[in-house]
């Protein structure tokens, strides 16, 4: 009997869902303080997850949620970067 490997479930840090670390976009505070995606999701630092909905991001944005979560100031580049990473996003 094979058993599937059960996903990893990670929390978006806007809608407070827990979904499947596919359907969600990682950004990351490493030690020095500095923010960006994580496109590996396997990056060193503090994280926190955000829906691929470019509304979800929006709303992050608009709430400063990912300052909060990352206690760290989280430039417009970030929320460019996500929003791009979205549209280019198919699924």
């Given at each position: 009997m094979t058993r599937s490997k059960k996903q990893p479930l990670r929390k978006c840090v806007v809608t407070q869902e827990?979904?499947?670390k596919q359907q969600l976009i990682r950004v990351v505070r490493n030690k020095d303080g500095e923010v960006?995606?994580?496109d590996t999701g396997k990056m060193n630092g503090?994280?926190?997850y955000?829906?691929?909905s470019l509304d979800v991001i929006e709303q992050a944005e608009k709430q400063q949620l990912l300052n909060r979560h990352l206690k760290a100031s989280v430039s417009e580049d970030v929320y460019t970067d996500l929003k791009?990473?979205?549209q280019a996003d198919p699924s």
């Open positions: 827990m979904l499947p960006f995606v994580d503090r994280g926190a955000v829906t691929k791009s990473k979205v």
